[in-house]
């Protein structure tokens, strides 16, 4: 198995599919394993006692590992210290923050057309920017 990090580092991992999740951690992830969200497919590895067989995780499959910041953050965060590479500054805004002002910046300037330029939207045009209105507000306030 690769375990592949943030840093884009990545360490081969010798496991049997018998082995658990919690297993795997522990190994690889000695006084962490609080700390470590392991992630495959999209999904987080959260049931410490699955197996890797019955998570589907077969041989060279790429398993992402992120440490979170927890109460305990004075082990580093690899467990070989000549395998570490220093972390690079993580960035302060992700993608899905800005995803919501972005699409309220379209949303916006769809409206200043449709009322400055109404001559160029037709009324199936203005009721579709009318229900895309609705529906990104619901998920907004739904979302926060």
Partial sequence: IRLKFLNDTEEVAVARPEDTVGVLKSKYFPGQESQMK??????LLQ???????SLRITDNSVI????SQGA???????????AAVPMAPALPLAGGTLMVPTVMVVLALGWYFRINYRQLF????????IAVTVL???LAFGLY
Wanted: with cysteine.
């Fill in 47 to 53: 049931d410490q006692a699955r197996t890797l067989r």
């Fill in 64 to 67: 992402h590992c992120h440490r």
């Fill in 38 to 43: 392991l992630i495959y497919r999209g999904q």
């Fill in 72 to 82: 305990t953050t004075a082990t580093p965060a690899l467990p070989d210290p000549s």
């Fill in 122 to 129: 037709t009324a199936p045009a203005t009721v579709s920017l």
């Fill in 136 to 138: 990104v507000t619901f």
